[in-house]
């Protein structure tokens, strides 16, 4: 999300010459008292703000860093798969009186869970990120958007 390449990245980073290894790179100081190196498997530690999620999103949604036909192919449920399409659980669904093609991602660990929704017929994104186990975000995630969509 920097605009920078990754090699540009990788030069002038903390971890350049580091083996990653199907791990994430940090640099500072991690738990354990850990500096500068790579910790952990890449699905327990990713990181990230609502705000970068959102770049994120709108980078794939507005077809900067994938053209249409790739985000359609990603969004396309598949029966061998359950229904599931490549990074999205899509299907349609209903909030009140408004249906809508729903596509979502959800994520978590000890401590922590994410919600990442794109109403695709819609053009809307929600992104909800807790640092709890006390929140149940799949409901929140609804009665937010049902509550956005005037439901």
Known sequence: MT?????TL???????????GGQI????????????GVVGEVNEKLYSTPEDLLIFDQAIFNHTILNQATV????????????????????????????TLFAERQGGGEGFHSNWVRLIDKKLTFILLAN???????????????????Q
């Open 3 to 7: 605009g920078s390449p990754l090699s």
């Open 10 to 20: 990788a030069a002038t980073s903390c971890f350049e010459g580091k083996e990653l």
């Open 25 to 36: 790179p940090f640099c500072g100081e991690a738990a354990g008292g850990e500096e500068d």
């Open 72 to 99: 359609d192919t990603m969004l396309t449920p598949y029966k061998n798969l359950e229904g599931t399409a490549l990074g999205f659980w899509v299907y349609p669904k209903k909030f009140g009186n408004v249906n």
């Open 132 to 150: 709890t186990d006390a929140v149940d975000l799949n409901s929140m995630r609804l009665r937010i958007i049902a509550a956005y969509l005037g």
